[in-house]
């Protein structure tokens, strides 16, 4: 089988950082290849330079065998070129047909052909198994759904080799199986994907060559069949890591999270969160876990401010914080890891050392009498910057937005973790981040508990939920199915409480 990629030799520097060292990619037709390396490593970036966003300082790209200079994303789309970007770039407002063609409408004469436009998505989307409703409005669908019209639009263009940017960061366990039957679908009708995953167990499941790269550099192309997941996570960290999360048993104290009948309603203007009921006491992390969509969004909204309760309450500890403003309840000790980073963790156009302090930069030491101290901030950030690990190109001076998405989340949990909340509702705090950066993560939420704080941690993996949880309460469409103990639990027993066809409230509500 020949190559269908070859990316030779290839560097690209960015101020104070060469993302890419001299690496070197060959693709096989037909296949699915993996591309794994730690947050910063220059996966995205290798990946943009193929799709025409970046234009490499050095090396060399065959497509086909054939040497080809790919200025902008219109050649690589000419060349058969797709990619899907971790952050959707669909309009809200159009519809699911009217997305996928965007740039590339059929007409009639001067009127747009509808019709055959939907026919083709129709054909497309029954050939790969890729079912969505060609009418929907973006806005209305799910994630997953819109992951599905990514795909569409870049078949719609007849692309051959389809670039996917960590695709299942941001999708359920059920539609993160969906996308790993469609991409076997793909690739036997004859399409070549390069995967960009931290989930060593999602090459393992689809892939059949992985390239590791490592600080920019490639640290070697291995066959995934007689490779395992410990070899490749020692391949990408230089050390060996463990999947398993030490901590000892949790010794719970005073309930310092309460809510008690709260409702709060969702986007769609329904109850999202009914009558819910739950106690996190200190010195212990509660685990929330339910299918996407099901009222965690909601709940943790409520409990941190951004969003309203419409009945209910929510006292931390002797405190009711029902319906304060974020502000009052930050300064009472509440904490927050956001699960939308880009709109409620960092702020863009900030550089790191300012977004390391956006909650503080107002208190001493970071501001006395109204001036900013700004060695005060530079030195925080250093600090940060060492104990999480968060790589970028200028240090405390770099630009959020310039920042890998791993390094981005890891800034946003080194702020709130280094805050050290009394309560601290933590979401997705691992996703996207690599498997030495998760083991670390998890250490640090479980010291955390051992200081005696109360932790609500939602996560949509399962894994992460049983390992890092000393309860767990599972949430299904807007009620508490069932409280468990993490260690008397199984993957089964939680999937039936889940999906609604399980109750387990202990007497109390405690278990
Ligand atoms: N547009 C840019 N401007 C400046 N620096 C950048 C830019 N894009 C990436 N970098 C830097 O290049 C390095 C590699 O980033 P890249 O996004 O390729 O990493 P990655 O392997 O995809 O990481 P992650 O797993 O976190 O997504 C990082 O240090 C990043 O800060
Ligand atoms: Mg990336």
Known sequence: ????????????????????????????????????????????????ILFGLYKAEQGSIRIRGK??????????????????????KLVQNFTVTENIVLGSE???????????????VESISKLYGLAVDPRAKIEDISVG??????????????????????????????????????????VEEGKTIVLITHKLKEI?????????????????????????????????????????????????KDVLLRIRDLDVKNSKGLLGVKKLSLE??????????????????????????????????????????????????????LGHIPEDRHRHGL????????????????????ASWGVLNKKAIKDNAARLIEEFDVRSGQGAATPARSMSGGNQQKAIVAREIDRSPDVFIVAQPTRGLDVGAIEYIHKRIVAERDKGKAILLASLELDEIMDVSDRIAVIHEGEIVGIVQAAQTDENELGLMMSGSLRKTPKGGQA
Not at 106 to 120: Q, V
Not at 312 to 333: A, C, M, S, V, Y
């Open 1 to 48: 089988m020949g190559y269908i990629i070859e990316m030779l030799n290839i560097t690209k520097d960015f101020p104070g950082i060469r993302a890419n060292d001299n690496v070197t990619l060959q693709v096989e037709e037909r296949s699915i290849h993996a591309l794994l390396g730690e947050n910063g490593a220059g996966k995205s970036t290798l990946m943009s």
């Open 347 to 366: 702020v863009l156009d900030f550089n790191l050392d300012e977004n390391l302090v956006l909650h503080n930069y107002m208190q001493r030491p970071f």
């Open 106 to 120: 059929p007409r009639k004469g001067i009127l747009l052909d509808t019709r055959s436009a939907e026919k083709k």
């Open 67 to 88: 040497e080809v200079s790919i200025e902008d994303p219109n050649v690589a789309t000419s060349l058969g070129i797709g990619m899907v970007h971790q952050h959707f």
């Open 204 to 252: 393992k499941a689809v892939a059949d060559r992985c390239t590791v790269l490592r600080r920019g550099r490639c640290v070697g192309t291995v066959p995934v069949a007689s490779t395992t997941e410990e070899q490749m996570a020692e391949m990408m960290v230089g050390r060996e890591v463990n999947f398993h999360v030490e901590k000892g048993a949790a010794a719970p």
């Open 145 to 186: 759904m819109q992951q599905r019209v990514e795909i569409l639009k870049m078949l719609y263009r007849d692309a051959e080799i389809l670039i996917f940017d960590e695709p299942t960061a941001v999708l359920t366990p059920q539609e993160i199986h969906e996308l790993m039957q469609i991409m076997r679908r793909l």
């Open 280 to 333: 996190v006491r200190a010195g212990e992390i509660l685990g929330l876990c339910g299918i996407d969509g099901n009222g965690q969004t909601e709940l943790i909204q409520a409990i941190t401010g951004l969003a309203k309760a419409e009945s209910g309450h929510i006292f931390l500890r002797e405190k009711e914080i029902t319906n304060l403003p974020i502000r009052e309840r930050l300064d009472l000790g």
